[in-house]
């Protein structure tokens, strides 16, 4: 009896502002590692939708946005901003573009999933579940 082929999961639409996709993209083009999170984050903008930096009809998550997501394995949610290399911070809670966390957030619209393999071959799975602009007053 043949097997089943386990359909890949479709990958989410992403946005991506033109400012940032030419940052990310130099970004990239100067990178002297190749991990798990530069390689996503290049496939990741190889797909991206390219918008307008004013563009405001749909939320997304763009680079200096605060994101909340949860980690579909565990059940954990966690929030972080998206930050370039030189910003990055963890205890702040500051999250790498060059990370496959951070690759994964960019573009994502609210409660959408991605899926990536990191640099050991684990898989994972999160969900945005809410994107904030840096600039806009947090709520607690």
């Known amino acids: 009896m043949a097997k089943a ?22 970004l990239l083009d100067h990178s002297p590692a190749r991990t798990a999170g530069v390689d996503l984050l290049e496939v990741e903008l190889g797909r991206a939708v390219i ?17 909340t997501y949860e980690d579909a394995n565990s059940g954990q949610s966690s929030r972080v901003q998206l930050v370039l290399p030189s910003e990055a911070d963890i205890d702040q809670q500051r999250v790498s573009v060059l990370t496959p966390v951070g690759a994964s957030l960019l573009g994502m619209t609210p409660d959408s ?13 999160l969900r945005l579940v809410e994107v904030a602009n840096a600039d806009a007053p947090r709520v607690v």
């Open 113 to 125: 999933e991605i899926e990536w393999t990191d640099d050991r071959g684990r898989p994972h799975r």
């Open 51 to 67: 918008v307008g930096d004013s563009y405001s009809a749909r939320a997304f998550c763009r680079v200096g946005d605060w994101a």
């Open 5 to 26: 082929k386990q359909k890949a999961p479709r990958k989410p639409r992403i946005l991506i502002t033109s400012q940032d996709l030419e940052t990310l993209q130099t």
